[in-house]
């Protein structure tokens, strides 16, 4: 059994004010000048200390006040109010809300979980991942406590083809060949980035992070330079070029490369294999409806891991998409019915926002996922995808210090770690590879609606 992974974490401040859902309003006119200010009384001293920050334009009020609600009970004149921050609103869209973006930029900073002392207040369904419900049918047993109980809980999975069974000769002797198997000690690799500022700082700090974690960065052929070298042992090689123009040395030190799928697919993996027969083999497959018959093609063609890809809403291509828990749930079950998912790895990426994403893909049939948006939002990015229209980052992300953006994307990843330790624990799972595709651990609002309102519309 591996040791217990441990991602060690410590707060990294933000480089600008953070944005936050509310603001105070505070009136002079009619103020009566009471003798002793409820401003007086302000415990955090949000009042005293009150600057602008120049650039954004903020006042610190807004980012230094604890939502105490003590000034605003407080002031016989009713003049101190608070309101919902315009510019909150404006972060993101409908799927990269707010709150999402809030609370990343949360674990970024203190590699914790953000936890409501009020418990959750938010929508029991809804689109996409809030469709689907997590059994935590285990969480009155305190030693099953992921985080600080005594059981041991591993996140490590395998990424590879496995052999059903080995073949020996008359001598004992294994006489099957053995496909590379790769081992990560958390089941999320870092894909790469729909868009971003200039990306050479960016993907430093990814690289750092990856390095740190014992994890990988899914980097571009045409954007590798002499400062990834380094990296190399962490780095998954996407072919977005000549495969000629890959140099031996490279290919000797990488442990996996990517492949986009099409016509040359299994050319491609021959080629590799015949350069490097260690090298591990991934094929990038753009999600849409007959996804499942081409997974199951591939992995009769000898595929090791299919990297599975919707776009950053969790959409597949085509009309009327499928959202990527549906598309992967119909994948996953299509391999089992035809005896070959235990031989392929599927890496499930797109639309992974939130860390009760990372268990909810997996039960839909991932061994692993991708995570790209996150990333930059650890970094303090506001998805306001200016970048995409050649206007300048607000937060600078193309100057940042990759040593900094290190940090805040661990101590994501640390948050999301936890949550994954209390889900698994919560359900009495001490593997994160026995979660894989435990749809009896879940229920999916699409099954029960229609198993309740189904026979509604039947006369008898």
């Avoid at 709150?99 to 996409?128: C, D, K, M, N, T």
């Avoid at 994948?331 to 790895?345: A, M």
Wanted: hydrophobic letters at 40%; glycine letters at 8%; aromatic letters at 6%.
């Amino acid at each position: 059994m591996p040791p217990k992974y441990h991602i060690k974490t410590e707060p990294v401040p933000s480089r600008f004010p953070a944005i936050t859902r509310s603001g105070v309003i505070a009136w002079d006119e009619g103020c009566l000048k009471c003798h002793r200010c409820v401003k007086k009384d302000c415990v955090y001293k949000v009042y005293e200390k009150r600057s602008l920050e120049v650039r954004e334009m903020l006042d610190s009020l807004d980012t230094a006040c604890k939502d105490c609600f003590r000034c605003v009970q407080g002031c016989p004149q009713r003049l101190i109010q608070k309101g919902l921050n315009p510019q909150y609103k404006a972060l993101g869209d409908s799927y990269w809300t707010p709150e999402i973006i809030a609370a990343l930029w949360s674990q970024a900073e203190s590699g914790r979980i953000p936890v409501s002392g009020a418990g959750y207040g938010g929508p029991f369904a809804g689109p996409g991942f809030d469709a689907m419900w997590t059994d935590m049918s285990e969480i009155v047993r305190p030693t099953r406590d992921g985080i600080h109980g005594r059981e041991y809980i591993s996140t490590t999975v395998d990424i590879g083809r496995k052999v059903m069974a080995l073949e020996f000769d008359i001598a004992g002797r294994i006489t099957t060949t053995v496909p590379p198997l790769v081992e990560i000690p958390l089941p999320i690799i870092f894909d790469m980035l729909p868009w971003s500022p200039a990306r050479r700082q960016i993907t430093l700090a990814l690289l750092e992070a990856a390095q740190a974690l014992g994890t990988f960065v899914v980097m571009r052929q045409s954007e590798m330079s002499p400062d990834v070298a380094r990296y190399l042992a962490n780095v998954i090689l996407y072919i977005d070029g000549d495969m000629e123009d890959l140099r031996g040395e490279i290919l000797k030190n990488l442990l996996i490369i990517e492949i986009p799928d099409g016509d040359h697919v299994e050319e491609m993996q021959k080629f590799i294999k015949e350069k490097n027969s260690g090298t591990l083999v991934f094929i990038r497959m753009e999600l849409n409806p007959t996804s499942a018959e081409r997974a199951v093609k591939l992995t009769r063609d000898g595929a090791e891991v299919l990297h599975l890809v919707a776009d950053e809403y969790g959409l597949e291509k085509g009309k009327d998409p499928c959202f990527i828990k549906e598309r992967m749930r119909e994948i996953h079950g299509r391999l089992v019915e035809e005896g070959l998912r235990d031989e392929v790895t599927l890496i499930a990426s797109g639309g992974i926002a939130m860390a009760e994403h990372v268990a909810k893909i997996i039960i839909c049939g991932a061994d692993a996922l991708g995570v790209d948006i996150p990333l930059l939002v650890a970094m303090e990015c506001r998805v306001c995808r200016r970048c995409k229209e050649g206007i300048a980052c607000p937060v600078e992300l193309d100057s940042v210090d990759p040593l900094w953006g290190a940090e805040r994307i661990k101590n994501m990843v640390a948050a999301w770690h936890s949550q994954l330790l209390e889900v698994l624990g919560a359900m009495g799972i001490r593997e994160a590879r026995r979660l894989r595709g435990e749809m009896g651990r879940a229920m999916f609002f699409e099954d029960l609606e229609k198993e309740v309102f189904a026979s509604m519309g039947k006369r008898v």
